[in-house]
């Protein structure tokens, strides 16, 4: 059976584990290197004042690899993923938290950060996307229902302004209309960390999971089908709410990529010919 894809593996992080790495290696030949190199009228001094910090790049560098996979593997079916502006620093500490065994506690601090502000910040980063402008309007209006508790005002227009922008941007990229509900919907994307297949697709079965059954007990996911049928009742409250503005900001990701036609990965690029590096 083959191992699910990580999000370590996408080409963007591997690079950056592979210069780090790079970086560590010339950092221990460097002793060897330093006397010829000075002899060549380097600046040998200032480079090992550069290199001392290189322990502490490659220690973030594989932080950075190794948090969004462990991420959304505590956190995704709970309704969160990491995206490219989610708060690094909030999601480390919530991996701590539910590594030593508090995921429930873990999970309100996520909730938590997702105040009034932090989602007025990540609406300003929705103008990038096109398709989202026209809805800007109404996303306000969301955002002000939000900071005043009326969670039941915010997260059905939330998720309809969602589908909308998704239903849009997915016609232009793939010539299919497809909102969030709709079946065969593809939120993924080449080289990404929220459209990663550990993503968003993966928070899809969430957002479309049939809900058939009246309910009034409150539930803390966004089942978009139940909420906007009107068969999930017990929606109103900050934790769906705080997933729902999440989604959004995360599905910004894809959306962008979707736009600049960037979901698929750019044609391998063949190596120079003899005849043409001769002629270079």
Request: aromatic share 8%; hydrophobic share 45%; net charge neutral.
């Amino acid at each position: 059976m083959d191992e699910e894809p990580r999000i370590r593996d996408n080409p963007s992080i591997k690079k950056l584990l592979d210069d780090t790495q790079n970086l560590a290696y010339f950092k221990r030949i460097m002793p060897f290197l330093g006397p010829v190199m000075r002899l060549l009228g380097a600046d040998v001094d200032r480079m090992n004042q550069a290199l001392a910090k290189t322990s502490e790049l490659v220690r973030k560098a594989e932080e950075l690899a190794r948090v969004p996979d462990e991420f959304n593997d505590l956190f995704a079916d709970r309704g969160w993923i990491l995206y490219d502006l989610f708060n690094f620093s909030v999601a480390k500490a919530a991996v701590d938290k539910a590594k030593d065994g508090d995921v429930d506690g873990a999970e309100a601090d996520i909730v938590n950060h997702f105040d009034a502000e932090t989602v007025r910040w990540g609406l300003k980063t929705m103008h990038a996307v096109e398709a989202f402008r026209p809805r800007m309007a109404l996303a306000q209006k969301a955002l002000i229902d939000y900071r005043e508790a009326r969670y039941h005002a915010c997260v059905p227009v939330v998720l309809a302004l969602l589908d909308g922008m998704v239903n849009e941007v997915h016609q232009k990229a793939r010539g299919v209309r497809r909102g969030i509900s709709g079946e065969g919907v593809d939120l993924s994307a080449w080289d990404s960390l929220a459209a990663h297949q550990k993503g968003l697709n993966r928070l899809l079965k969430i957002v479309q999971a049939g809900r058939r059954r009246t309910t009034t007990e409150q539930i803390l996911l966004p089942f978009r089908n139940g909420i906007m049928h009107g068969i999930d009742l017990g929606y109103d409250n900050v934790t769906v709410a705080a997933k729902t503005w999440s989604l959004l900001f995360a599905t910004r990701e894809w959306a962008i990529k979707a736009e600049r036609g960037e979901l698929d990965a750019p044609p391998a690029v063949p190596p120079p010919t003899l005849r043409e590096r001769g002629t270079s």
